[in-house]
């Protein structure tokens, strides 16, 4: 089971677009800010090679609380690239 779930949509202005979703079952308000904080900075190590025009929801598993952000970044390059939407230049 993945700590990270990646949903992507194509949206019509030429902007990406992020959400962050941490449920209660991933555990007490510390360690949902701290997953909210791993994902962010794991998206912002790759956000330069996304294409625009793409709206993002990650949402954070209770196996997330175990991971590092190069892990999550991983995670979230894999998912990303495997649905062809970063820039190859």
């Known amino acids: 089971m993945p700590g990270l779930i990646v949903c992507i949509l194509h949206n019509r202005i030429?902007?990406?677009r992020v959400g962050i979703v941490t449920n209660k079952k991933i555990g007490c308000a510390v360690e949902r800010n701290r997953a909210r904080r791993v994902i962010k900075n794991a998206y912002l190590n790759i956000c330069k090679k996304l294409v625009n025009g793409i709206d993002l929801v990650f949402i954070a598993r209770s196996k997330i609380l175990d991971y590092k952000t190069?892990?999550?970044q991983k995670e979230?390059?894999?998912s990303i690239k495997n649905a062809g939407f970063f820039k190859f230049n």
């Open 14 to 16: 030429e902007k990406k």
């Open 76 to 78: 979230m390059f894999f």
């Open 70 to 72: 190069g892990d999550v």
